[in-house]
T-cell receptor, first 115, second 116 residues
Framework: AQSVTQPDIHITVSEGASLELRCNYS??????LFWYVQSPGQGLQLLLK??????LVQGIKGFEAEFKRSQSSFNLRKPSVHWSDAAEYFC?????????????FGTGTKLQVIP | DSGVTQTPKHLITATGQRVTLRCSPR?????VYWYQQSLDQGLQFLIQ???????AKGNILERFSAQQFPDLHSELNLSSLELGDSALYFC????????FGTGELFFGEGSRLTVL
């Protein structure tokens, strides 16, 4: 069955430390891949997306993500976390198979940033 | 600002009542999605409309219904409300490339529904 998994429900990092949030998918072909962020009391905002091409994609707010076909992963990274990055992060996938494209979200990872 | 507008931002009502949530998509976006977000269920896809027609249904209860109007705004109607319907309801619109888009969504700030 097609699925997207975010194995970490909660992650705590110190301000200034590096961050990696994991996302794995299970689809027949490489889907379109997205990371969204939801700040408290806000809607989801697109951080970055991968459709094809260069496997390292840059997004907003200093985030990047790397697509690894062999691991069916699309992990989100940031070299140095800021307190304002505290939020919930969602990985999302869309089948790249033509026709209707259903967006499937992972269960989210809550990021806590400590001083 | 995503360009997606949702009203009302907050709504408090009683069990058994009916409410209507409204969404205006980004200019030019033909697709509107509705999501429910609660603490125990996470982000649940409810329904999608494309250019006035229902395109896909997710975990939407029979007590809930939606429509998309000719001006592309959408309304989500929730009736016979129960305590468990308390949640954040998000509307999103999608970039359109061809008939189906790319799945890139722009979210509104949500409507927080509290059922007492």
């Amino acid at each position: 069955a097609q699925s997207v998994t975010q194995p970490d429900i909660h992650i705590t990092v110190s301000e200034g430390a590096s961050l990696e949030l994991r996302c794995n998918y299970s689809y027949g072909a490489t889907p379109y891949l997205f990371w969204y962020v939801q700040s408290p009391g806000q809607g989801l905002q697109l951080l970055l997306k991968y459709f094809s091409g260069d496997t390292l994609v840059q997004g907003i707010k200093g985030f990047e993500a790397e697509f690894k076909r062999s691991q069916s992963s699309f992990n989100l990274r940031k070299p140095s976390v800021h307190w304002s990055d505290a939020a919930e992060y969602f990985c999302a996938v869309v089948p790249n198979s033509g026709g209707y494209q259903k967006v499937t979200f992972g269960t989210g990872t809550k990021l806590q940033v400590i001083p | 600002d995503s360009g997606v507008t949702q009203t009302p931002k907050h709504l408090i009502t009683a069990t058994g009542q009916r409410v209507t949530l409204r969404c205006s998509p980004r200019s030019g976006d033909l697709s509107v999605y509705w999501y429910q977000q609660s603490l125990d269920q996470g982000l649940q896809f409810l329904i999608q409309y494309y250019n006035g027609e229902e395109r896909a249904k997710g975990n939407i209860l029979e007590r809930f219904s939606a429509q998309q109007f000719p001006d592309l705004h959408s309304e989500l109607n929730l009736s016979s409300l129960e305590l468990g319907d308390s949640a954040l309801y998000f509307c999103a619109s999608s970039v359109v490339q061809g008939a189906f888009g790319t799945g890139e969504l722009f979210f509104g700030e949500g409507s927080r529904l509290t059922v007492l």
